[in-house]
């Protein structure tokens, strides 16, 4: 069965940065497009970055610059670097991958991550 798991999240100062990391099993992890959103309390779940099989990149508006997503396919993750954090980042993460003959979302438990002095 597919499973997504993130680790990585935390407490962490404003300004501050974070490694967040999905490790991904049961699919084929090199044909499968990943993406990590967040959700904070009262919000709307948001994509906050998103890569390819093919390594396309993008950001949403607000983390551009400052996250970075990579993915290693010999090791089936997803990573999410978080660099000069800010309270607004505060949420939970999710890790998402695409996959499938019939393409089909499946997500991961959540991470917290806190940006707070």
């Known amino acids: 069965q597919v499973q997504l798991v993130e680790s990585g999240g935390g407490l962490v100062q404003p300004g501050g940065s974070l490694r967040l990391s999905c490790s991904a099993s049961?699919?084929?992890?090199?044909?499968?497009?990943m993406g990590w959103y967040r959700q904070a309390p009262g919000k709307q779940r948001e994509l906050v970055a998103s890569?390819?099989?093919?390594?396309?990149?993008k950001y949403a508006d607000s983390v551009q610059g400052r996250f970075t997503i990579s993915r290693d396919n010999a090791k089936n993750t997803v990573d999410l670097q978080m660099n000069s954090l800010k309270p607004d980042d505060t949420a939970v993460y999710y890790c998402?991958?695409?996959?499938?003959?019939?393409?089909?979302?499946?997500w991961g438990q959540g991470t917290q991550v806190t940006v707070s002095s």
């Open positions: 049961g699919i084929v992890f090199r044909f499968a497009a």
């Open positions: 890569i390819t099989s093919d390594y396309i990149t």
């Open positions: 998402k991958a695409n996959s499938g003959l019939r393409p089909r979302d499946y």
